[in-house]
């Protein structure tokens, strides 16, 4: 049994991650950090309609975590597996598990939170959700699981209703780091201005400020369910969650330089991603009262306040890494 304390990624309940909080777990059981695979996440598009019946949230392009750069600056390897082909196979799975935590290291299991009793989603909604597998008792058919966004120490599950809804799984391994982020300067400008970055700083407000046109003029259709409401949590939350993670990132750059800009910039972050989290309850509140114009207006002003702040502090920081490399 691996003695790994369930470690949460952020502060807030609500804005967080279950695979982030998979990974910080490991990390800090490693004595290492994880923040700089947020370095992507100030990036954001707004994709074309798909089908006439593509929920507007749903158009939101987010980038997923970096794992380049949780091995370059923290030497933790992720690999993020589906499963396919055999990997569908119960004793596949089961010599997975044995040989990688016999050598020492958790497994993510991944599967569909339905059919986890502790899940607020248990018997309503399809989604997904991730833990550590921590333990197996292969001749029980046990399996032991630490669940760190629940906040869930250690959980015993018969294996077969996990292996049943388990779609997919990651397996972690430790390696030298190849990059410093104590350069924070270096750091900074490669995050920001890399060329194949696929959304350029100078484009975000622009993808944002089309978001929150089209919210404006199409709004989201009334739907009272619950299952709609969680479905558009689920999609909504990753914007603000983008926020928060970037914050971080920025926090851990400032933690070695202390530059009051970075400061204010993780700060920004922070607040922007409070402001999107609460744009998306009003919406909810809108779209169960019939998306009504002038609430969509109100909303709409306040989508575009902040996005004015993001635009600023993407600016202000791509001036700041702009004058650190006239420095050097």
């Not at 009051?260 to 409070?274: D, F, I």
């Not at 402001?275 to 809108?286: G, H, R, S, T």
Request: proline share 5%; net charge negative.
């Amino acid at each position: 049994m691996l003695n790994i304390a369930p470690i949460k990624s952020t502060p807030y309940p609500t804005l967080r991650s279950c695979i982030d909080d998979c990974i910080q777990s490991v990390a800090e059981w490693q004595g290492k950090d994880s923040k700089c695979m947020y370095g992507n996440a100030w990036q954001m598009s707004f994709a074309e309609q798909q089908s006439p019946d593509q929920p507007l949230i749903e158009r939101l392009v987010l980038p997923r975590i970096s794992t380049e750069s949780l091995t370059a600056y923290h030497g933790l390897l992720f690999n993020y597996i589906e499963r396919k082909g055999p990997a569908m196979d119960k004793d596949f799975m089961l010599d997975l598990l044995e040989s990688r935590l016999s050598s020492g290291m958790p497994v993510l299991v991944g599967f569909d939170s339905y059919d986890c009793p502790w899940c607020v989603a248990f018997r309503r909604l399809h989604t997904s959700h991730a833990c550590l597998a921590v333990g197996l008792d292969r001749p029980g058919n046990i399996i032991y699981l630490t669940d760190a966004y629940y906040g869930k120490e250690l959980e015993a599950i018969d294996f077969d209703i996990l292996e049943q809804a388990c779609h997919f799984y990651a397996i972690f391994e430790l390696c030298d780091t190849s990059r410093s982020y104590t350069d924070w300067q270096t750091t900074l400008h490669e995050m920001l201005t890399n060329p194949a970055n696929q959304v350029q700083p100078g484009e975000v407000a622009a993808n944002l400020r089309f978001y929150a046109g089209t919210y404006l003029h199409t709004g989201i259709p009334a739907d009272h369910s619950a299952e709609a409401g969680s479905r558009f949590k689920l999609y909504a939350n990753a914007l603000p969650i983008s926020q928060i993670r970037f914050s971080q990132f920025l926090q851990l750059l400032n933690r070695e330089a202390s530059v009051p800009a970075l400061s204010r910039a993780a700060e920004g972050y922070r607040h922007a991603g409070e402001q999107w989290d609460l744009i998306n309850q009003f919406m909810i509140k809108v779209m169960c009262s019939g998306n009504k114009p002038a609430g969509r207006q109100k909303i709409h002003r306040r989508m575009c306040e902040v996005i004015s702040l993001e635009e600023q502090l993407l600016e202000e920081l791509v001036q700041l890494t702009m004058q650190a490399g006239r420095a050097r």
